[in-house]
């Protein structure tokens, strides 16, 4: 029940293309959905993160869509750049913790 | 502001020795977590401190153990090592009042080797 799915492993995309990379969760007592973005030798940074009070969070390029009653979210990545390329990870937790659940992480390459 | 700073960067480690890592979070974040990251089992919650107090702990063996100072700096250690505590070891700190988790600044890690 603490598992977070995601799907896919890894995405080519081209440039200015979509990406979309998929989250499921099964805890119903999750009420914070993030999105981290990896490159090598760094650390996870946030990207983008939700609440499940709202259906779409959108930040520039990037908009997170969720859907409380299938218990799923997803990451889009409109106009997709070379300098995307990097491992996403969908995360979740319960409020006033730090103890995040994370997705397997999907490694997106975006090809010029 | 300096970011999170983890030290040391890499170190290799033989079985059945023990590690101590540290961390030290941004600026006047007073929360701090770890996390292991490996190719394996992807990034997996380790510990949670707050104003010195442990909040949460991870599914770990009692090999794995951490504490945080006054300070705000925290420590984890590793003891009796095995090949499979090879991992990049995480460290994130909170922003005070910060609308629950997710909200985490994350170091570039220690990275152990276990030969």
């Known amino acids: 029940q603490q598992q977070v799915k995601q799907s896919p492993q890894s995405l080519i995309v081209q440039k200015g293309g979509i990406s979309i990379i998929n989250c499921a969760y099964e805890n119903t007592a999750f009420d914070y959905f993030p999105w981290y973005q990896q490159f090598p030798g760094k650390g996870p940074a946030l990207l983008i993160a939700i609440r499940p009070d709202v259906s779409e969070k959108k930040e520039g390029r990037f908009t997170i869509s969720f859907n409380k009653s299938a218990k799923q979210f997803s990451l889009h990545i409109m106009d997709s750049q070379p300098g995307d390329s990097a491992t996403y990870f969908c995360?979740?937790?319960?409020?006033?913790?730090?103890?995040?659940?994370f997705g397997t992480g999907t490694r997106l390459q975006v090809f010029p | 502001k300096a970011g999170v700073t983890q030290t040391p960067r890499y170190l290799i480690k033989t079985r059945g020795q023990q590690v101590t890592l540290s961390c030290s979070p941004i600026?006047?974040?007073?929360?701090v977590s770890w996390y292991q990251q490996t190719p394996g089992q992807g990034l997996q919650f380790l510990f949670e401190y707050f104003s010195e107090t442990q909040r949460n702990k991870g599914n770990f063996p009692g090999r794995f153990s951490g504490r945080q100072f006054s300070n705000s700096r925290s420590e984890m250690n590793v003891s009796t090592l095995e090949l499979g505590d090879s991992a990049l070891y995480l460290c994130a700190s909170r922003p005070n009042g910060a609308a629950g988790a997710g909200e985490l600044f994350f170091g570039e890690g220690s990275r152990l080797t276990v030969l």
């Open positions: 995360a979740a937790s319960n409020q006033n913790t730090d103890k995040l659940i």
């Open positions: 600026s006047g974040h007073r929360s």
